[in-house]
C-alpha cells in the first residue's frame, strides 16, 4: 500500500480565477498570489500554496494532491500501483514547477477522481499574513483539511483507496433520506497523521467533483470572523454552524467559486490510531449544520 501523509493541496478549476481571488483573500482570508504557468496559488500556512486554482472552461474540483514522505516512497508507491494493475502517468516538468514538487503521478480512482501524489515540497519559508488577520490554520504535517468526492462506483472506490492508496477506516455514516431505500454509505478514511479524516467518500455523484473540502482555523472565534464577511460578501450557505458528531469539528458550510462546498471549522479531533475504534454513526451532527439552506 502507499504511504499518503496527509492531503497536500487541491486543484480547482475557474471560469474566473478572479472571483476565486476575491473570495480566498475577503472571505476565507488567505494570501493569494500567481502561479507558475497560470493560475492562482492560495496560501494558508508557511507553504507556497494548498490551493491552486487554474482557468478553464469550468468551474469545478479537478484533483486532490497527497502528500508522500520521500523518493522512496514515491517510488514505492509506482511499484504498488503496477502490481495493482492501477493505470498512472508522470507529471509533466511544467506541472512539477506549478505544484512546486520533485516528482507527481497521476492516477484516476474508479469513480473518476483524480489523484496527483508528490514528494518534496518546494518551500521558501515566507510567513502567511492572512489578509482578514487571520493569526493561522491548522496544517503542519496533518496536511491542509480534509476533501470529500463522490464514489458512485462506491465498492470498488473504497476498495482502491484502502488497498492501493493505503488509506485506513475512521467511521462511517449511513445516510438514510428514504427510510425504504438502502442507505447512501459515506466512509470516513485516515492516513498517517492524527487528523480524523484526510478523506471521505460518497456514494453518490457530484456534478462539481467534490461535495466539499474543509479548512480548520486556532478559535471558535475565526469561524465566527469567517461566518460574518461570508454574510457580508453574499456567499452562498451551504450548511448552518453546527458540531459534527464524529470528528467533533464546529463549523459552516459555504459555496465555493467552483461549484463545491467548503467546510469552515474549528477543533477536529485528534486520534491516537492505536487506541481507536472504527463506529458507525447515525446522524451527521451534535447540534446544528442544517443543509437545507443549501437547497435550490
Known amino acids: ?3 499518503i501523509r496527509g492531503l497536500s493541496y487541491f486543484v480547482a478549476e475557474s471560469a474566473d480565477p478572479v472571483q476565486w481571488q476575491r473570495y480566498a483573500e475577503d472571505v476565507l482570508g488567505m494570501m493569494v498570489c500567481e502561479a507558475p504557468a497560470g493560475g492562482l496559488y492560495v496560501k494558508m500556512d508557511e507553504r507556497p500554496f ?23 516512497a514515491f517510488n514505492a508507491a509506482i511499484e504498488t500501483l503496477e502490481q495493482a ?23 484516476t480512482d474508479p469513480s473518476g477522481n483524480r489523484h496527483e501524489l508528490s ?20 496544517t ?25 492508496l493505503g488509506f485506513e477506516l475512521s ?8 427510510p425504504s431505500a ?19 467518500l460518497a456514494e453518490y455523484p457530484v456534478p462539481s467533483g467534490c461535495v466539499h473540502v474543509m479548512v480548520e482555523v486556532e478559535s471558535m472565534t475565526e469561524v465566527g470572523r469567517a461566518h460574518d ?32 462546498d467548503l467546510e469552515y471549522g474549528y477543533g477536529g479531533l485528534l486520534v491516537d490510531w492505536q487506541a481507536h475504534s472504527a463506529f458507525e454513526f447515525t446522524r451527521v451532527s451534535l447540534w446544528g449544520h442544517d443543509f437545507s439552506v443549501g437547497q435550490p
Open 140 to 164: 503542519g504535517d496533518m496536511g491542509l483539511g480534509h476533501t470529500v468526492l463522490p464514489a458512485p462506483n462506491f465498492d470498488a472506490t473504497l476498495a482502491f483507496a484502502k488497498d492501493v
Open 182 to 200: 438502502p442507505p447512501i454509505r459515506i466512509h470516513f478514511l485516515h492516513c498517517k497523521n492524527s487528523r480524523h479524516h484526510s478523506l471521505a
Open 50 to 72: 494548498r490551493m491552486l486554482i487554474v482557468p478553464g472552461g469550468e468551474s469545478r474540483y479537478l484533483a486532490s494532491g497527497w502528500e508522500l514522505a520521500s523518493e522512496g
Open 119 to 138: 514528494w518534496g515540497h518546494r518551500s521558501d519559508c515566507q510567513p502567511f499574513v492572512s489578509p482578514q488577520g487571520v493569526p493561522g490554520f491548522v
Open 171 to 178: 467511521d462511517i455514516f449511513n445516510f438514510r433520506p428514504d
Open 85 to 107: 494493475d492501477v493505470s498512472w502517468r508522470p507529471g509533466t516538468p511544467e506541472q512539477c514547477d506549478q505544484r512546486g514538487v520533485q516528482a507527481l503521478v497521476h492516477v
Open 1 to 3: 500500500m502507499i504511504d
Open 229 to 260: 464577511r461570508h454574510i457580508a460578501h453574499n456567499v452562498q450557505l451551504s450548511a448552518t454552524l453546527g458540531q459534527h458528531l464524529n470528528d467533533r469539528m464546529t463549523s459552516f458550510y459555504m459555496k465555493t467559486p467552483s461549484g463545491f
